[in-house]
């Protein structure tokens, strides 16, 4: 019995990552601008999806939201489908984050061609989603003041891959004790010069500018 | 967790190459994996147990091999290697880096027997 090496060097999540080409490819047949929504649970991803999707829908544009939870309540995808948007369940089943096999999956069941933007979003956790690319033009992560200043030097990979980083519930910042400075610094060394909107879904306040960054994003806006 | 779909990527690519190289059997795999890249070694080695019964993985050992994460600072060319907390440059304090090392999540090769 002969023993040899033999040399593979292929990424671990490279079966991940053709998936994830695919549906981006789906996606860009569709003329549809896609994003994925991360953040810890409760920073206010659901929020801040409405808010978007009450915001543009005054401009005709037409959305759809695929939904991950890791167990089978469709609370959030209720809330979306209440605002008029169709909506789509991913039930992870216990898993922490969506991949590009589960997004695709989704993908059959959304009206994907008739879509302006497509909001995916993720399960609710700052480590495993920054793993898995799931085909979207953008990844986004919505970090919120109560979280601490701390989170981007405890959590350094989702920062890492990141296209826009949202500041959320900046209402709370005179309550709270959060040195933006070092925040921002532990961002700038993961993302330098990282896009970032400072917003507080609750006052509305900032949402115009990432509003008007993301229209400009959306192919059908562009005359 | 997601060790356990990390640790299922790694047997289909590790069965994947075994097969083409007709083996009859892996002894051995070797992962290259950065101090940025998050994962438990232990937890993989648990799941990889299970999950490699009746495969020609079977019984076959995980040998982790760590890199340092290297970053540069871009405003002094200073290169330093992160020890344990996020730091901006020690020399210049800047916090414009690049990260040199440290990304790698790689299956780097198995050991065979024919």
């Known amino acids: ?223 | 967790m997601h060790e356990l779909s990390v640790t299922e990527s790694v047997l289909d690519i590790a069965c994947k190459y075994a097969e083409e190289a007709q083996a009859k059997k892996v002894t051995d795999i070797y992962l290259v994996i950065g101090k940025l890249s998050s994962i438990v070694d232990d937890s993989v080695q648990f799941y990889w147990d299970f999950i490699s019964k009746n495969t020609i993985c079977e019984n076959s050992k995980l040998h982790f091999e760590r890199i340092p994460a290297t970053l540069l600072c871009t405003e002094c060319d200073q290169q330093y290697t992160l020890e344990n907390d996020l730091m901006p440059c020690p020399n210049c304090g800047s916090a414009k880096v690049r990260v040199l090392s440290g990304d790698e999540f790689n299956l780097d090769s198995i050991e065979i027997q024919r």
């Open chain 1, 1 to 223: 019995m002969t023993k040899s090496r033999i040399k593979i060097v292929e990424k671990i999540l490279s079966e991940n990552d053709h998936m994830a080409k695919a549906n981006r490819q789906r996606i860009d047949a569709a003329n549809t601008y896609s994003i994925n929504v991360m953040a810890s649970p409760g920073a206010g991803k659901t929020s801040f999806i409405l808010a978007t999707i009450h915001a543009l829908l005054d401009d005709k544009i037409k959305i759809g939201v695929i939904e991950g939870d890791t167990a089978p309540v469709t609370i959030d995808s209720d809330k979306v489908s209440d605002a008029g948007v169709p909506a789509v369940q991913i039930n992870t089943g216990g898993e922490c984050h969506l991949d590009a096999l589960m997004v695709g999956n989704a993908l059959d069941q959304m009206p994907i061609k008739s879509l302006d933007l497509l909001m995916v979003e993720n399960v609710g956790n700052l480590i495993c989603p920054a793993a898995f690319k799931l085909g979207t033009h953008s990844n986004i992560l919505i970090s919120s003041i109560p979280e601490g200043d701390d989170k981007p030097y405890k959590y350094p990979n989702i920062y890492r891959g990141l296209d826009v980083l949202i500041i959320n519930k900046i209402d709370l910042l005179p309550y709270l004790e959060f040195d933006m400075d070092y925040f921002k610094q532990g961002v700038e060394i993961l993302n330098p010069g990282l896009k970032t909107f400072t917003v507080s879904c609750k006052t509305g306040e900032g949402l115009d500018d990432w509003l008007s960054w993301l229209k400009a994003k959306i192919p059908s806006t562009q005359s």
